[in-house]
Nanobody, 114 residues
Framework: QVQLVESGGGLVQPGGSLTLSCAAS????????MRWCRRAPGKERECVAH????????TYADSVKGRFTISRDNAKNTLYLQMNNLKPEDTAVYYC???????WGQGTQVTVSS
């Protein structure tokens, strides 16, 4: 079955960096577009980064453009989100998402606070 397992979250100070990982299994990872989305307390879910199946094309929400980078290693079946210059408003649970079929991981908490 499809499994997506996120890791790499934690507590970081404003201006800091984190890299999230999502280990995928149960499907041909290299065939699917993938996304990172987040849900902050009391807010709607927001999808912040998208990559095509090959990784050749990426798009970002305005809220993270220039600070976050989505990438993937299809040989390792792993999706990444490099987050730089983190802000308190980036605090959320971050989820890995396979766009087709609407599959989600369990999420990893990112907290940006001094």
């Amino acid at each position: 079955q499809v499994q997506l397992v996120e890791s790499g979250g934690g507590l970081v100070q404003p201006g800091g960096s984190l890299t999230l990982s999502c280990a995928a299994s149960g499907f041909t990872f290299s065939s699917y577009d993938m996304r990172w989305c987040r849900r902050a307390p009391g807010k709607e879910r927001e999808c912040v980064a998208h990559t095509t199946s090959s990784g050749s094309s990426t798009t970002y929400a305005d809220s993270v453009k220039g600070r976050f980078t989505i990438s993937r290693d299809n040989a390792k079946n792993t999706l990444y989100l490099q987050m730089n210059n983190l802000k308190p408003e980036d605090t959320a649970v971050y989820y890995c998402n396979r766009v087709s079929g609407n599959y989600w991981g369990q999420g990893t908490q990112v907290t940006v606070s001094s």
